[in-house]
């Protein structure tokens, strides 16, 4: 068992009449990269902000390490530490250099001195192809696709046990779209567990261990990427892949 990171059962999110999420369980493992696919609107990214509690989730539990993180008393600092966050639309605070940017949390949240706290910002920063010559410019200096690179360096400075990418390329130009997924390629490669809000279906046909189809807020299919994107069971699947992989 020990090498289950998260354990979702039975989770819903209602805002009012509107059910976003109907019953949906997952297991995570240690290690595993998982894309969720599906149509806007099918509850992917209310999905993955549930599970790191941006969201609160109506009825169901998320059990980490075992652990019920909904259950009155448990700290939730610990368990949003390791479970790190990259958004769509970068989330830099835009005051700070890049350097600043990959050390704020650290120094904050896990109260690492300056020094130490640097080193593993720059060592983060060159992992995602940010070299010095960029650490003393600000976001508004940046390309899409370094800033965004800026926020999975910065995802990876708090040493979380997983990070979830809720549709990090969609801001992005076109040209800019395959450097991130290139960092996140060998991020994948290097045994970082992964969960994946995305539209590119290429990436996580060639990164996954596990795809996940979403369709109105439930899980309609889900499978290895080569049962998902070459046999799909579900019509509902099939007919979203049309439309992508034409």
Not at 89 to 101: G, H, I, K, R
Not at 122 to 147: D, M, R
């Amino acid at each position: 068992m020990s090498d289950i990171i998260l354990e979702i059962n039975h989770l819903k999110k209602s805002y009012g009449q509107n059910q976003v999420l109907k019953d949906i369980s997952l297991q995570v493992k240690k290690g595993e990269v998982i894309s969720i696919i599906g149509s806007s609107g099918s509850g992917k990214s209310t999905f993955l902000r549930s599970i790191n509690l941006l969201e609160t989730p109506t009825e169901g539990q998320i059990l980490y390490h075992g652990q019920d993180v909904l259950a009155k008393g448990y700290d939730l600092t610990t368990y949003r530490e390791k479970l790190g966050m990259v958004f769509q639309s970068f989330n830099l605070f835009n005051n700070l250099n890049v350097l600043e940017n990959a050390v704020v949390a650290q120094t904050t949240v896990l109260k690492r001195d300056r020094g130490e706290a640097e080193k593993i910002a720059k060592a983060n920063l060159e992992k995602v192809g940010l070299g010095e010559q960029y650490w003393k410019a600000k976001p508004s200096q940046l390309s899409g696709g370094q800033k965004q690179r800026v926020a999975i360096a910065r995802a990876l400075s708090v040493d979380p046990e997983a990070i979830l990418f809720d549709e990090p390329t969609s801001a992005l130009d076109p040209e800019m779209v395959g450097e991130v997924l290139k960092t996140m390629q060998d991020l994948a490669k290097s045994g970082l567990t992964m969960i994946i809000v995305t539209h590119e279906m290429e990436f996580a046909r060639d990164v996954s261990d596990r795809v996940i189809f979403m369709d109105k807020g439930v899980i309609a299919e889900q499978g290895t990427p080569q049962q998902i994107f070459e046999n799909p069971q579900e019509e509902r699947t099939k007919e979203f892949l049309q439309r992508f992989l034409r």
